[in-house]
């Protein structure tokens, strides 16, 4: 019985959203663009993370082999974004400044650490750009969807008392309505929340490492006063 009414009633996706209403078409709309816009965030951030992980790795390596400032400064061309290089030029700017050159070895080492200190707060801030947009993406998301879910429980509700009757017919618009909202809720949500902890992950290995350059520069620095 159920089967043979349920084959009358053609669900078609299409059909639905144009018949839903426009509130109900608005937050689909916002969803929509949500997730779009945030995989187009994913992407890039990826990309962008993964190339400054590895000219960060190829600069550390090139720092630590021994070949001296001169051989870094000849080939920092190539590690251009990388946020070490970013603490290494901080450090050559700030080492070379007429007020630091007449401190002393100990006053120098602490305007190097905060000269690095500065940097690296730069750095992260500039890594950490859009961070913002996939964290409220992923949090907000599924509650906008709940709106949808609620708002089509209505419809079908509204659909009843037109009908006169709870027969499928009455009520398949509006639950098919509410359930597309909360499976696209869930598909904006799932991957911005996702690829936000990956993302943190990775952030916190390039803070290390970040911290961990800082502390061979002043040991550097040290060493040659």
């Known amino acids: 019985m159920v089967f043979s009414v349920m084959a009358q009633v053609e669900l078609n996706l299409f059909q639905v959203l144009l018949d839903a209403s426009l509130f109900a078409q608005l937050i689909l709309l916002l969803l929509f663009i949500s ?16 190339s400054i992980k590895k000219t960060s790795q190829s600069f550390r390596m090139l720092y630590d082999g021994g070949k001296g400032w001169k051989e870094v400064d000849r080939r920092s061309g190539e590690f ?45 801030g500039l890594m950490d750009s859009q961070m913002g947009t996939l964290a409220t993406v992923a949090a907000v998301s599924p509650f906008v969807g709940l709106l949808g879910t609620v708002w089509g429980i209505i419809g079908a509700f509204r659909g009843i008392g037109m009908s006169g009757n709870a027969n499928l ?57």
């Open 35 to 50: 997730s779009v816009w945030s995989w187009s965030i994913i992407f890039k951030k990826a990309k962008t993370l993964a």
């Open 80 to 124: 251009e974004g990388s946020p070490l290089l970013a603490l290494y030029r901080a450090t050559k700017q700030e080492l070379s400044s007429p007020v630091t050159q007449a401190k002393s070895p100990a006053e120098k080492i602490v305007s190097i650490e905060r000269a690095l200190q500065r940097a690296g707060v730069v750095q992260m």
């Open 169 to 225: 017919a009455s009520v398949a618009p509006g639950i098919s309505e509410s359930l597309i909202a909360t499976a696209l809720g869930l598909v904006a949500a799932i991957p911005a929340l996702t690829a936000y902890n990956y993302f943190q992950g990775e952030l916190k290995s390039l803070q290390n490492a970040i911290d961990d350059f800082s502390l061979e520069i002043i040991s550097t620095i040290d060493l040659q006063s």
